[in-house]
């Protein structure tokens, strides 16, 4: 779905595969998505689309065995 250029903040909600290889990507680690995790990163862009795993950082994965 289309998001404005610069969007203070994004929640991606997905399911596995996917969700677990996009924060790999983004995060350049081997990360495991369990379920009801979250992913937080953050990064300086001006427009949505420069987004990719030279440009963000990875700050926490948070799981609901590990809060």
């Known amino acids: 779905r289309a ?5 203070p903040t994004v929640l ?8 677990t290889e996009l924060v790999c990507r983004l995060s350049d680690e081997d990360q495991e998505m369990s379920t009801s995790a979250l992913a937080h990163f953050s990064w300086s862009i001006k427009d949505w ?3 990719d795993s030279g440009v963000v950082k990875f700050r926490s994965l948070q799981t609901a065995d590990r809060t």
Do not use: F, T
């Not at 998001?3 to 969007?7: G, H, I, S, V, Y």
């Not at 991606?12 to 969700?19: A, K």
């Open 12 to 19: 991606i909600v997905g399911h596995n595969p996917g969700i």
């Open 49 to 51: 689309s420069e987004i």
């Open 3 to 7: 998001l404005p250029d610069n969007p």
